[in-house]
Nanobody, 121 residues
Framework: QVQLVESGGGLVQPGGSLRLSCAAS????????MGWYRQAPGLERELVAT???????NYADSVKGRFTISRDYAKNMVYLQMNSLKPEDTAVYYC???????????????WGKGTLVTVSS
């Protein structure tokens, strides 16, 4: 099995910064796409940013220019640097990875349990 664990959430003032991290562990053969999603109270989960195995990135329009996604191939980790945070960025942030395990010939989606980011003065 594969486990994803997020860290780095917390309370920050508007205009501040946070860096989220997500580490994958377990039986991993290859990790394809990695991404961050978020879910605010009363709203559906939405894509924040993704990064492919070759480093191509994609961002939601609402975070372009403020957030940066990156990955560490050797450590099976993905990061989300969040700058110029706004109250509307408040949400639970989830990490997702598309992982192929040695036992299977195809990749599957794995999710972390989330980390809460609160932007408030």
């Amino acid at each position: 099995q594969v486990q994803l664990v997020e860290s780095g959430g917390g309370l920050v003032q508007p205009g501040g910064s946070l860096r989220l991290s997500c580490a994958a562990s377990g039986s991993i053969f290859r990790i394809n796409r990695m991404g961050w999603y978020r879910q605010a109270p009363g709203l559906e989960r939405e894509l924040v940013a993704t990064i492919t195995s070759i480093g191509s990135t994609n961002y939601a329009d609402s975070v372009k220019g403020r957030f940066t996604i990156s990955r560490d191939y050797a450590k099976n980790m993905v990061y989300l640097q969040m700058n110029s945070l706004k109250p509307e960025d408040t949400a639970v942030y989830y990490c997702k990875m598309v992982v192929q395990t040695p036992e299977l010939s195809y990749a599957m989606d794995y999710w972390g349990k989330g980390t809460l980011v609160t932007v408030s003065s």
